[in-house]
């Protein structure tokens, strides 16, 4: 079964981290099997949810990074 026909049997699905970096990165063999998940989401046919933990993974990349530029 692939994940557009797996995710017609759901109303909301629960994001970890990985899919989400996954995408921001682009990685070369797991991005394009996170896309279907996130146009279902964008196109409204499932919502998603997610933890503070995920939240936390995803922005700490960016966070040091800003801190970075901040101290040149």
């Known amino acids: ?4 026909r797996a ?6 699905v629960f994001l ?3 899919p989400i970096i996954y995408l921001i990165e682009a990685h070369p063999i797991f991005s ?3 896309i279907p998940i996130f146009e ?11 933890s503070p933990i995920t939240l936390a993974e ?4 960016p966070i040091r990074l800003l ?6």
């Open 1 to 4: 079964m692939n994940i557009t």
């Open 7 to 12: 995710l017609n049997s759901y109303r909301r």
């Open 16 to 18: 970890d981290t990985a």
């Open 32 to 34: 394009p099997v996170c």
């Open 40 to 50: 279902a989401i964008l196109s409204g046919k499932c919502n998603a949810v997610t």
């Open 58 to 61: 995803c922005i700490t990349q």
């Open 67 to 72: 801190l970075l530029l901040v101290q040149c």
